[in-house]
């Protein structure tokens, strides 16, 4: 079962985005990684969403980096899900070692690492199922069913049993490669960006959640593939000197090849994105061109993660709905506005298929919609 999600077949179709039988459940040995940021809503509050959005991506882009780039994983804003086969457990105990001692040291951030062995879930109930969603050029996206992801991401959150201590194993170097925060929030080119979170009351009630797909598809006038928040041509680069900052704060300030690359490459990019120059190198042109093709904007975990675009009158009647099936016990759900989306990247090369952007609301997106969605839970527990 080595090559369990390399070989799982894929589908192409949002509206199957829930379907069962693009699920396979995933080989009992393997183990659930998973990283929280510690007060992120706090933190967010402060005004640090992006910092707290980088550590999450950097929970996926460090597992990537330094175990293999076919691994299924799941970003959340604050924090990450990624599936690991047991062969891998010792180097990503490594890599969760040390994210969470460079979150502290690089962001003073304190982490919920740690790994559930996927048996263990099992053995409470609950399953963890796995699909693969293609579009098009970019990166295959994991979807995961069962509920043992949410599990697992309690276990940790709740016993020290499954987490890991902070421990420098691995250079800053290595588990931020290729990571960046680098453009400013992107503009809602309708007027209201929203981060949303739609979870069934019952766990594997499968129309619930198609109907709210079909009702947001017909409430918006298109497609769930259609909704992609990010426009480039309204993307604006940051300064330089913010751009310098951040890379100082991941980096190993020492005179080394690393080092003076990464900053070498931060005084070239920001001339040729701020100003437009990449127009002129067609490669660049075609990164720049498909790189709304490689974001993760919609997404499935047993709850429908969404960060769309949409007009104020959409908002009112999107909430309008999901109201309505609250209060019928049909779905929970968690909501977040705002005017802009939020990206961090993960760029191996600018070639297609291989790049990757993680999709956030600004100032908090999915992290403040689940303040919502846990009251909800929260409620109906009582």
């Not at 379907?19 to 809503?41: E, G, K, L, M």
């Not at 949410?150 to 940790?156: C, K, Q, T």
């Not at 929203?194 to 497609?223: H, N």
Request: glycine share 6%; proline share 3%.
């Amino acid at each position: 079962m080595d090559n369990f999600y390399h070989e799982l077949e894929g589908f192409s179709d949002t509206a199957q985005i829930v379907d069962n039988r693009h699920y396979q459940s995933i080989p009992d040995d393997w183990f659930i990684s998973v990283i929280d940021v510690r007060a992120s809503t706090e933190a967010i509050k402060a005004g640090r969403y992006r910092d707290v959005n980088f550590v999450g991506a950097a929970a996926i882009t460090s597992h990537l980096n330094l175990i293999s780039r076919d691994l299924p994983f799941m970003f959340g804003g604050d924090g990450a899900t990624i599936l690991i086969k047991k062969s891998m457990y010792g180097v990503a105990q490594e890599v969760l070692q040390s994210l969470s001692f460079y979150a502290k040291e690089s962001f003073d951030f304190d982490l919920h690492a740690g790994l559930v062995p996927v048996s263990a879930v099992r053995a409470m109930g609950r399953d963890v199922k796995v699909a693969k969603y293609l579009s098009g050029e970019s990166p295959p996206q994991a979807m995961f069913k069962g509920g043992g992801v949410s599990l697992a991401e309690s276990l940790v959150k709740s016993s020290s049993e499954y987490r890991v201590a902070p421990k420098c194993c691995f250079s800053k170097e290595k588990i931020f490669a290729g990571l960046s925060c680098r453009w400013k929030p992107i503009p809602s080119s309708t007027g209201v960006t929203l981060s949303i979170l739609v979870q069934p009351m019952q766990l594997d009630d499968e129309q619930a959640v198609k109907r709210a797909i079909a009702k947001f598809e017909s409430l918006l006038g298109t497609s769930l593939s259609c909704l992609n928040p990010i426009n480039m041509q309204q993307a604006s680069y940051e300064s330089f000197f913010k751009n310098f900052k951040r890379q100082l704060s991941i980096a190993e300030i020492k005179p080394s090849k690393a080092f003076f690359a990464a900053m070498g490459e931060v005084f070239i990019t920001v001339p040729l994105f701020r100003f437009g120059l990449y127009k002129y190198f067609p490669q660049l042109k075609n990164y720049m061109e498909k790189i709304s093709t490689h974001c993760d904007f919609h997404k499935y975990d047993d709850t429908l993660r969404m960060v769309i675009n949409c007009s104020e009158r959409e908002h009112r009647a999107l909430v309008a709905y999901l109201e309505s099936e609250y209060e019928q016990q049909q779905l929970f759900f968690g909501v977040s506005a705002s005017d802009a989306a939020q990206m961090t990247c993960h760029v191996e090369s600018i070639a297609d298929g291989e790049h990757l952007h993680f999709i956030d609301g600004s100032d908090g997106g999915y992290a403040m919609a689940a303040i919502g969605l846990k009251n909800q839970l929260l409620a109906a527990q009582q």
